[in-house]
């Protein structure tokens, strides 16, 4: 349930797509919030949301303030996307390499 927070001290202009990455999905759950942006004030809106990171289902409100956006997780029903398997084989064989003897 760990989160990135970003703070603009003059005013934050928004527009275009928000991009949410899972890394984890430990402690998400429906109701989930979190304040992500915090400005001077704020200026226009997201078009829309695109999620990453996971394989399932996510949905987000996003709520707008004077000063900030906040997303509220709305429905979630999603696992992790798996690392790929050229990630484990390139793991595997620095493992092996660092412990070949010369």
Known sequence: GQFDQVTVTDSA???GVLEILFL???GF???WRAEFL???NRLGEFH???????SG??????FYSDSGVEL???AFDAAPVPLPAAF????SALVLLSTRRR
Do not use: N, S
């Open 72 to 74: 509220v997780l709305t």
């Open 48 to 54: 829309d949301y695109r999620v990453l990171g996971i």
């Open 13 to 15: 202009l928004l527009d």
């Open 88 to 91: 484990w084989l390139f793991g």
């Open 38 to 40: 915090t400005a001077g």
């Open 24 to 26: 984890d999905t430990e």
């Open 29 to 31: 759950e429906v109701g």
């Open 57 to 62: 289902l996510a949905q987000f409100d996003i």
